[in-house]
């Protein structure tokens, strides 16, 4: 085999038209043909530092050796979690930072031409760093519905990343949860499309604001579509909807200026996504203009013969997923085998050879943009900033914004001061079951033992509580003792009303599938009893998805506050007490019928449960407020409208008091009829304003076509923008619906026609 890639390209006839290679700089090229053979194969490989290079937090310098010489491109994830002083605690960013740099120190050794990229998992904050601010989930990052703290919480994400070493961050995710069971909604920013797409906009440009680190999305495509709710399964879905549905955020994440697109575990339609030319080639490349490169999810090469049973052996595997449009393999079993196995490939097919080049190319591209060649160890001056007041400050305004007040019966909450409250529940106390997966480990960690610097509802209330009693009831792991129990109900007849945080273990993935939504049966016998022994009663959910529950009516007030992060503790005991207003929204149709999971608000008009509608009784933008907000003087500036045109909307919203408060404005648009069943109403537009108490803001929003046009599913038309000319309805708030047979129906409904 020749020496170098650039006479080994020599062999590939078909390699000097390949379209895709087109938008290469001189600089990319002149870097490629330096590059030796295994110094340019080695750029497809992302290996999993702790299970190669690793013992512990220790470098194996071997083995570091070994596959530096190879020329591995890449490597990632957390280094390590070990005994310090007697606790357990993660590698802070200077500890982090000194085994990166090591890596990096080899790694140009052996292979001058390689600065190899780091990449973490960075999901809510850099959670694999030790002292890094742990940020709310995207779950609640979504329910905030103020697309800013999207682009902070990542900035910071990325600067705490970039301090210690890191130079890829393997998100934001952008994937439609459909069935709410599913172990990763927890990652997601909701169920719809144009939310998801305006966070990840933002996200992305957040990620990548300081030119340090990449922005990689995931998991492309329709990974948590999945109308089971169970992790790694086929997805079958249409065409339409994969479009204009579950593609749109990638579509906002490429436009922004991704860098990288992982690809997803799932398969589509029975074909596995890392071997799906038309999604990963034709779509991404070729209609999305996507420029990065494509890195599969873990193991998933390997996975097309071990767990998808698609391919033979993993020669054929590896071959397809790069024919496919693959550029990185992420993790592989014995390693050398691999890059030996690429050799044979190349050599047996010369037509492999301008894809191989291709996807080297595209990974030569990323790390000139990250400067990499010329300034391999940028960020060292951004440890100092890591876990900063700053940041954690941001963590605890986030929390506040994005929590929910689903429920406030004869104005249960806020607490009054003078109240004798009792506090209990298994997520009382628990800085880990605040934060949840992904959050100092992959799994996450229940308890305050991996969070040294944490708020807990505990922690706040008893900061601001005047009369507050307080005893877990229910432990951490839910085990029912009676004796406890008996202690719990006694505190609790004797206190003026009851504060119940119940939650989820923390967890992500296949190890945190469920098989139904209700809550575990020991929280369902705690809660049965403070419904009979307190006077009053608010349930405070923690939790990853949405648990179904007996929601009767003895619980006065529920906040759902999702996973609001190690610091959250203190935005719940502030809204708990009435010192902050609550304004955040439901991202997830939230429905008590186990039944109706799947069924979201912008689901097809003609979707009925039974012989009626489907009712869920916390939907998709649901959200109470301390405040009285009323709108008025709705107004749309035009009856008709031409395909291209533009339609103004204008309403006024008042705060009627008592407080201060954010209000999210929601505005959803109805189509009449179309080729395609319409959805029930879709959102369009939004936008959160703070409106002072006693007064009134006007808000004002200019709609195009894309509030009244859907993309074509054909890829033949680049999936064009498509418009149906006809009636059209404005809905503003969450709970407008207007009449589709007859006139509007409401206040907040008007009409338009597209001619």
């Keep these: 085999m020749p020496k170098t890639l650039h006479s080994l390209c020599i062999l590939g006839s078909a390699l000097a038209g390949y379209a895709h290679a087109g938008h290469m700089s001189s600089k990319v090229d002149d870097i490629f043909d330096k590059l030796t053979l295994e110094g340019g194969l080695g750029q497809l490989f992302q290996l999993e530092a702790a299970s190669t290079i690793l013992n512990?937090?220790?470098?194996?310098?071997?083995?570091?050796?070994?596959?530096?010489?190879?020329?591995?491109?890449?490597?990632?994830?957390?280094?390590?979690?070990?005994?310090?002083?007697?606790?357990?605690?993660?590698?802070?960013?200077?500890?982090?930072?000194?085994?990166?740099?090591?890596?990096?120190?080899?790694?140009?050794?052996?292979?001058?031409?390689?600065?190899?990229?780091?990449?973490?998992?960075?999901?809510?904050?850099?959670?694999?760093?030790?002292?890094?601010?742990?940020f709310p989930a995207q779950i609640n990052i979504g329910a905030t519905f103020d697309v800013k703290y999207a682009f902070q919480v990542e900035a910071i994400a990325s600067d705490d990343t970039a301090g210690a070493g890191g130079k890829l961050i393997?998100?934001?995710?952008?994937?439609?949860?459909?069935?709410?069971?599913?172990?990763?909604?927890?990652?997601?920013?909701?169920?719809?499309?144009?939310?998801?797409?305006?966070?990840?906009?933002?996200?992305?440009?957040?990620?990548?604001?300081?030119?340090?680190?990449?922005?990689?999305p995931k998991h492309f495509l329709a990974y948590q579509a999945t109308s089971i709710g169970?992790?790694?399964?086929?997805?079958?879905?249409?065409?339409?909807?994969?479009?204009?549905?579950?593609?749109?955020?990638?579509?906002?994440?490429?436009?922004?200026?991704?860098?990288?697109?992982?690809?997803?575990?799932?398969?589509?339609?029975?074909?596995?996504?890392?071997?799906?030319?038309?999604?990963?080639?034709?779509?991404?490349?070729?209609?999305?203009?996507?420029?990065?490169?494509?890195?599969?999810?873990?193991?998933?090469?390997?996975?097309?013969?071990?767990?998808?049973?698609?391919?033979?052996?993993?020669?054929?595997?590896?071959?397809?997923?790069?024919?496919?449009?693959?550029?990185?393999?992420?993790?592989?079993?014995?390693?050398?085998?691999?890059?030996?196995?690429?050799?044979?490939?190349?050599?047996?097919?010369?037509?492999?050879?301008?894809?191989?080049?291709?996807?080297?190319?595209?990974v030569i591209y990323v790390k000139s943009k990250l400067d990499l060649y010329k300034n391999p160890y940028s960020g060292k001056d951004l440890i100092s900033k890591i876990g900063s007041q700053e940041s954690i400050d941001m963590a605890v305004q986030v929390a506040r914004d994005s929590i929910v007040l689903m429920r406030n019966n004869n104005n249960t909450l806020p607490l009054e001061k003078d109240m004798k409250v009792f506090l209990s529940g298994n997520a009382f106390d628990s800085a880990g079951g605040q934060s949840g997966g992904w959050?100092?480990?992959?799994?996450?960690?229940?308890?305050?033992?991996?969070?040294?610097?944490r708020i807990t509802i505990l922690d706040a209330m008893k900061k601001y509580a005047q009369k507050l009693t307080y005893t877990m009831g229910l432990n951490i792991s839910e085990e029912y003792n009676e004796q406890e129990v008996s202690k719990a109900k006694k505190m609790a007849m004797d206190a003026d009303i009851c504060v119940v945080a119940l939650g989820e273990h923390s967890g992500v993935e296949k190890p945190y599938d469920i098989d139904d939504l209700a809550i575990p049966v020991n929280q369902t016998k705690y809660l049965n009893v403070m419904k009979a022994a307190c006077k009053q009663l608010v349930l405070v959910l923690v939790q990853a998805r949405p648990r179904t529950f007996d929601d009767s009516s003895e619980i006065g007030a529920i906040l759902n506050t999702a996973l609001v992060g190690p610091f959250g503790g203190q935005a719940i005991a502030e809204i708990l007490l009435g010192m902050y207003n609550p304004n955040g929204r439901q991202v997830l149709s939230y429905s008590m019928k186990d039944g109706y999971n799947g069924i979201h608000y912008d689901s097809p008009v003609d979707t009925k449960c039974g012989n009626g509608e489907c009712i869920t009784e916390y939907p998709f933008g649901h959200g109470l407020s301390y405040s009285n907000f009323s709108y008025s003087n709705f107004k749309l500036s035009a009856e008709n409208v031409s395909c291209t045109g533009k339609l103004t909307v204008t309403v006024d919203v008042t705060n009627n008091g008592p407080m201060d408060g954010k209000e999210a404005v929601l505005l959803f648009i109805q189509q009449k009829t179309r080729s395609?069943?319409?959805?029930?109403?879709?959102?369009?537009?939004?936008?959160?304003?703070?409106?002072?108490?006693?007064?009134?803001m006007?808000?004002?929003?200019?709609?195009?076509?894309?509030?009244?046009?859907?993309?074509?599913?054909?890829?033949?038309?680049?999936?064009?923008?498509?418009?149906?000319?006809?009636?059209?309805?404005?809905?503003?708030?969450?709970?407008?619906?207007?009449?589709?047979?007859?006139?509007?129906?409401?206040?907040?409904?008007?009409?338009?026609?597209?001619?």
């Excluded at 994937?175 to 719809?192: A, C, F, L």
Aim: aromatic share 10%.
């Design 676 to 696: 395609h069943v319409p959805e029930k109403k879709t959102l369009q537009a939004f936008q959160k304003i703070t409106v002072r108490n006693g007064e009134s």
């Design 230 to 362: 169970y992790d790694r399964t086929n997805v079958e879905i249409s065409q339409f909807n994969l479009v204009n549905k579950i593609l749109k955020p990638y579509m906002a994440a490429t436009d922004a200026g991704a860098l990288c697109i992982m690809e997803s575990f799932s398969t589509l339609n029975t074909l596995p996504m890392v071997d799906n030319t038309y999604w990963l080639s034709y779509v991404l490349r070729d209609v999305l203009a996507f420029k990065g490169f494509v890195i599969t999810d873990y193991k998933e090469v390997q996975n097309l013969v071990d767990y998808h049973h698609t391919a033979e052996n993993y020669s054929e595997a590896l071959k397809r997923s790069i024919r496919a449009g693959v550029d990185i393999t992420m993790t592989i079993d014995y390693y050398s085998d691999w890059i030996g196995m690429l050799k044979d490939i190349m050599k047996e097919d010369p037509s492999m050879i301008p894809f191989v080049t291709t996807a080297i190319k595209r």
């Design 439 to 453: 959050s100092r480990s992959w799994q996450g960690q229940d308890g305050n033992d991996f969070f040294k610097e």
């Design 170 to 216: 393997f998100g934001p995710v952008v994937d439609i949860p459909n069935n709410m069971k599913g172990p990763r909604v927890q990652e997601t920013y909701g169920e719809d499309t144009f939310l998801v797409s305006q966070m990840a906009t933002q996200a992305v440009k957040g990620i990548q604001n300081s030119g340090l680190v990449a922005a990689c």
């Design 56 to 134: 512990g937090s220790s470098l194996k310098e071997d083995d570091l050796s070994k596959y530096a010489t190879l020329g591995i491109g890449s490597y990632l994830n957390n280094i390590g979690i070990y005994d310090k002083n007697g606790t357990q605690e993660n590698l802070n960013g200077s500890e982090i930072r000194a085994v990166i740099d090591r890596i990096m120190n080899v790694s140009l050794e052996k292979q001058p031409y390689n600065p190899i990229l780091y990449g973490l998992d960075s999901v809510h904050g850099a959670n694999f760093v030790g002292k890094a601010t742990i």
């Design 698 to 755: 006007t808000v004002t929003f200019d709609l195009n076509q894309k509030a009244w046009t859907h993309l074509s599913p054909n890829i033949e038309d680049n999936f064009r923008r498509v418009c149906e000319p006809g009636q059209f309805f404005v809905a503003m708030k969450y709970d407008t619906q207007c009449n589709f047979n007859g006139p509007e129906k409401g206040p907040m409904c008007g009409a338009f026609r597209i001619v």
